[in-house]
């Protein structure tokens, strides 16, 4: 098999070509990964990894033999964790260079077709909202060639202990993702201030009052830099599904769609803000109406 280097992907599903940051404090590396990052190294040359090419004649990575993504599904609301040390490992040098993104199957991913990450940076946790059963997927794309890794995994109510562990056995050879099959999951040029589901550490919980019809009006929820948190927002209609949008600047970045549940309460997807500062969050019901909250982010 021919490789060339750069042309391994691993992806996600539906999409925009928002891409995806750390919260702060996350690790970004992973022992023996090599950061090809090119902003830290302004002024000085990419170590070789990130740019020599793979020879024509190289052999030695065979897709059929990557071990499977381990996941420890958490209850809803709680982290679940993802261990990528095998994969990483049986990647070698391909582990390191910027060619990765995946798919967490709640319409939240890390990484996109048009901005690809390595694979020493993906987070290696992820918060769930509600408990089901969710598909993460990973694609790697091998001269043209897509191949895919995928597990099905049961979140938990949050009372319930976790689910066991659980893994896939191998790679999936399937379509190639277009560029626009790509997770929107935060916003990009925009001061890297918003991750969406990925959780470093502590998990709080946030109520807000009832949303407000202008953003004038808008009631206030406090939380802090870098704390992912939950924001429940009562008196909606049930069974409605919200797409919420928060503001970032003069930008409106869209959160994944949620469902209000039978106590009229929404739950945000899990937000990690990476600046100080207060952000409107709009609430765009099925009756064609707008509702607004505001987070207001603390420093810590």
Same mark, same amino acid.
């Given at each position: 098999?021919?490789?060339?280097?750069?042309?391994?992907? %691993?992806?996600? *599903?539906?999409?925009?070509?928002?891409?995806?940051?750390?919260?702060?404090?996350?690790?970004?590396? $992973?022992?023996?990964?090599?950061?090809?990052?090119?902003?830290?190294?302004?002024?000085?040359?990419?170590?070789?990894?990130?740019?020599?090419?793979?020879?024509? +004649?190289?052999?030695?990575?065979?897709?059929?033999?990557?071990?499977?993504?381990?996941?420890?599904?958490? /209850?809803?609301?709680?982290?679940?964790?993802? +261990?990528?040390?095998?994969?990483?490992?049986?990647?070698?040098?391909?582990?390191?260079?910027?060619?990765?993104?995946?798919?967490?199957?709640?319409?939240?991913?890390?990484?996109?077709?048009?901005?690809?990450?390595?694979?020493?940076?993906?987070?290696?946790?992820?918060?769930?909202? @509600?408990?089901?059963?969710?598909? !993460?997927?990973?694609?790697?794309?091998?001269?043209?060639?897509?191949?895919?890794?995928? $597990?099905? =995994?049961?979140?938990?109510?949050?009372?319930?202990?976790?689910?066991?562990?659980?893994?896939?056995?191998? %790679?999936?050879?399937?379509?190639?993702?277009?560029?626009?099959? $790509?997770?929107?999951?935060?916003? =990009?040029?925009?001061?890297?201030?918003?991750?969406?589901?990925?959780? !470093?550490?502590?998990?709080?919980?946030? @109520?807000?009052? /009832?949303? /407000?019809?202008?953003?004038?009006? *808008?009631?206030? !929820? #406090?939380? +802090? $830099?870098?704390?992912?948190?939950?924001? @429940?927002?009562?008196?909606?209609?049930?069974?409605?599904?919200?797409?919420?949008?928060?503001?970032?600047?003069?930008? %409106?970045?869209?959160?994944?769609? #949620?469902?209000?549940?039978?106590?009229?309460?929404?739950?945000?997807?899990?937000?990690?803000?990476?600046?100080?500062?207060?952000?409107?969050?709009?609430?765009?019901?099925? +009756?064609?109406?707008?509702?607004?909250?505001?987070?207001?982010? @603390?420093?810590?």
């Amino acid at each position: 098999m021919t490789i060339l280097a750069g042309s391994i992907i %691993w992806a996600a *599903a539906p999409a925009s070509a928002d891409d995806v940051i750390l919260p702060p404090g996350a690790t970004a590396s $992973v022992p023996g990964a090599i950061d090809c990052t090119p902003s830290n190294y302004v002024g000085v040359p990419l170590p070789t990894p990130c740019t020599a090419s793979v020879p024509s +004649n190289e052999t030695s990575f065979d897709t059929s033999n990557l071990p499977g993504m381990d996941i420890t599904p958490g /209850a809803a609301r709680t982290a679940t964790t993802f +261990n990528l040390g095998p994969i990483i490992t049986a990647l070698g040098p391909y582990a390191s260079l910027a060619i990765f993104y995946v798919d967490f199957g709640d319409g939240t991913g890390f990484g996109s077709s048009g901005n690809p990450q390595a694979l020493g940076s993906f987070p290696t946790s992820h918060v769930y909202v @509600n408990p089901g059963t969710y598909t !993460v997927t990973g694609y790697a794309s091998i001269e043209g060639r897509t191949e895919s890794t995928s $597990v099905s =995994i049961t979140i938990a109510p949050p009372a319930e202990k976790p689910a066991a562990a659980t893994a896939t056995d191998t %790679w999936e050879t399937t379509a190639a993702p277009s560029p626009q099959a $790509v997770v929107p999951v935060t916003a =990009i040029g925009l001061g890297s201030a918003l991750s969406v589901g990925t959780a !470093v550490s502590e998990i709080v919980e946030r @109520n807000a009052k /009832a949303a /407000a019809r202008t953003e004038i009006k *808008a009631p206030k !929820v #406090t939380v +802090n $830099v870098g704390t992912t948190t939950l924001v @429940n927002i009562p008196s909606l209609p049930v069974g409605s599904t919200v797409k919420a949008q928060v503001k970032i600047g003069k930008t %409106w970045t869209t959160l994944p769609a #949620t469902a209000v549940e039978s106590d009229g309460t929404l739950t945000l997807p899990a937000l990690t803000f990476a600046k100080a500062g207060t952000y409107p969050v709009r609430l765009n019901l099925n +009756n064609g109406t707008s509702r607004y909250v505001k987070v207001k982010v @603390n420093k810590r």
